[in-house]
């Protein structure tokens, strides 16, 4: 308030001056222009000049006003555009996700002008074309896109690489990956990419490599990893079957989750070094083996050892003596009982064995013992048993 009542005071102050300024002298002001002749004061031809700029402006303005209204227009009708270009966009990618791959590849390719589209809907669209089966139209969409470059090139090759391996086109989306630069090789969607391509070539190694990182950075169902991991490394040990030593390199480098009971890479490797006979290597496997897990399959390779070198696994064997539930710890531990010439132990083991479980090869490994003890009646009782067993 006091501020106004200030500017107030000021302006009377000013105009005071400016009124006494005008009555005191007016000025002369004369204006001639071919036969016409203006006079007037000069502070009357002042407020003219201003009142005309004034409405100069006013004019002005209200043009640039009405010029304004086209592009606001224009402006406005493309904002319904991108609107509608996104609508379709987000309908192209919901239907794309939820499977239904022709609706997803129409609305896809109508994204309107290439302003109105992202990188994105070249790319889904030939996507939705190959999960349709239809793989030529899906690499035509891509070198559309790569001619138009309305993509990146790495985006296309990876999915162009993509369209090749559901395919079963190895060579040709191999010769694609090759293009990709060295930086881009290391991403996320390009190893999955390398990792089918090496499953689908059998080629091990490599596959083995990049397993780590697939399995990190999610792009695969861990199923397929799984799948891809168990093959690979068996794979990998069965071309090891000529070199035992490199057999149990492979076999040491496997991961752990492959090494439990039930896996098919142990059995894989007792085979190979039972071929190879390699014994001293097998004696060395098993005890390693039976510090962690005591399956039938390393009973059975500890019973195919020589003398030598079943002897040396006795403490091994012993410490699973009482979880034996097949008798097969006690069958071992009574061969090696016969070796080391401890008859009464060898047939304690074998009553044993045969108490736990009856079988053949049990009741003819105690009747050879009770038959070398001089006890042939009891021997015959056995050996009848087993036959009976086998038939």
């Not at 969409?141 to 162009?160: F, K, N």
């Not at 105690?366 to 087993?386: D, P, T």
């Amino acid at each position: 308030m006091a501020r106004f009542s200030l500017y107030l005071v000021c302006g009377l102050v000013l105009g005071a001056v400016i009124v006494n300024a005008i009555s005191q002298d007016p000025g002369y002001l004369l204006l001639t222009w071919g036969d016409w002749q203006v006079e007037t004061s000069v502070w009357l031809a002042l407020s003219a000049l201003i009142l005309s700029l004034l409405l100069l402006w006013l004019v002005l303005r209200a043009l640039r006003t009405t010029l304004r209204v086209p592009r606001a227009l224009r402006r406005w009708l493309g904002l319904r555009s991108a609107r509608g270009a996104q609508r379709r966009a987000d309908k192209g990618f919901a239907a794309f996700f939820e499977g239904h791959w022709d609706v997803a590849e129409k609305a896809l390719k109508k994204g309107g002008i290439s302003d109105e589209q992202t990188l994105l809907h070249p790319l889904y669209a030939a996507l939705a074309a190959l999960r349709r089966g239809e793989l030529a139209r899906a690499l035509t969409l891509l070198e559309q896109a790569e001619t138009e470059g309305s993509a990146p090139v790495s985006l296309i090759v990876l999915v162009r690489a993509e369209c090749h391996l559901k395919a079963g086109a190895t060579d040709a989306a191999e010769r694609v990956l090759e293009q990709l630069p060295a930086s881009d090789r290391k991403t996320p969607r390009a190893k999955v990419l390398r990792a089918e391509l090496a499953y689908l070539q059998r080629d091990w190694q490599p596959l083995i490599e990049l397993l780590p990182d697939v399995r990190r950075a999610g792009t695969a169902p861990d199923e397929q990893i799984n799948v891809w991991e168990r093959e690979s490394w068996t794979g990998l040990l069965a071309e090891a079957d000529d070199a035992s030593s490199t057999a149990v390199s492979v076999w040491k480098r496997a991961p752990d989750t492959l090494k439990s009971p039930g896996q098919s890479l142990w059995p894989l490797l007792l085979d190979i070094l039972q071929q190879d006979e390699q014994t001293d290597a097998l004696q060395k496997v098993l005890q390693e083996r039976l510090q962690q897990y005591c399956e039938p399959v390393t009973l059975d390779a500890v019973n195919c050892l020589p003398d030598r070198q079943l002897v040396k696994m006795k403490k091994a064997v012993q410490r699973w003596r009482d979880e034996d539930s097949e008798g097969r710890c006690h069958a071992a531990l009574a061969r090696i009982a016969r070796i080391e010439g401890d008859a009464e132990a060898e047939a304690g083991l074998w009553a044993e064995a045969h108490a736990r479980h009856p079988t053949a090869s049990h009741a003819a490994g105690w009747a050879h013992c009770l038959r070398n003890q001089g006890k042939e009646s009891e021997a015959s009782a056995l050996e009848a048993e087993a036959l009976a067993a086998l038939r």
